[in-house]
């Protein structure tokens, strides 16, 4: 797990910005964060690249405890980098932009310029190393933003607001970017966004916050259940009556027989043919009742002992070939579970 997060709480004054009792994030994947202004997207961001302490709660990154001590967080933030919503340059050119951190990092010379005019070129804006970072239009900028960050080899990549403030063209090639770094480069992504339709195209998961604290992305997939049994690190409760779900203790926090809500991510889902099926925990037999396409990705509905939504990318679609009637089993990791 590259993040779990238990109670966590940021509070300015009275005022709770973020309450989250339990959030995972897998490592390698891309998660969009969702929600309104002032929802408290830009503060759990900067809570993840280790700028800003949550004031109570924990947090592990790489299932370790994060650390109080700054001289080991300067040893996380060399791995997390956040890319603000409006980069600042230096009056320099986009070369020198692009060097700062390797020089901060004392990076030698001889290796510098084979990294910057890689991380230039992933970005494509090699023509422009010479340019001064001043010219450069609002996407440029934002590219120019992400070859710094991505010259110093990160393995998280935390960016506000991405394409916010850039044309159309520049939005698909910062998205098309983030989505090659994702894929080829295994580095792990967290992007807030307000654009709903960039959540669908670019991530593998969404999160949505409202005031604070995580909140199911719709109506589709939210249970209400009853816990069933608590123990020091599992617990188990019952969805709708009618399906037992193992999760870990530090999420439910409840007692016995207490009722919570329960989302399950319809895009963390994991789905297989029933005969090629998964034999892990939290394994649910049910059958595709309805297969439609929205957004560029693909909406299975499935009938276990209750209704569940699951969303496949159109390759993963295309490599299973489940049709409607098709005997399937679902696996429901921790990962794709929000106690709303
Ligand atoms: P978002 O990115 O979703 O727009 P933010 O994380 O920027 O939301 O802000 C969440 C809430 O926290 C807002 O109400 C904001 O006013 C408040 N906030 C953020 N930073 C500070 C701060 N330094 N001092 C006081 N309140 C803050």
Known sequence: MLYQLNHLQKTYGNRTVLDIPFLTIGSGKIYALQGPNGAGKSTLLHILAFLQRPSSGAIQYNNRPVPAAEAQLNRLRRQVVLVDQNPIMFSTTVYKN????????????QQRRARIEQALALVGMEQFATASAFKLSGGETQRVALARALVLDPKVLLCDEPTASIDTENQTAVIEILRRINAENNISIVFTTHDRR????????????????????TNENVFLARIETTGETVSRCILADRISLSLPTALIAAQVGSRIQVHLDPCAILIAARTAGFTANNTFDGRITRISAENGRVRLQVAAAVDICVRLSMSEYRRQKLMVGEEVRLHVGEDAVTVV
């Open 98 to 109: 692009v060097e700062f951190g390797l020089k901060i990092r004392a990076v030698p010379r």
């Open 198 to 217: 960039q959540t669908d195209v670019l991530a593998h998961q969404t999160l949505s916050l409202n005031q604070g604290r995580l909140t199911g992305n």
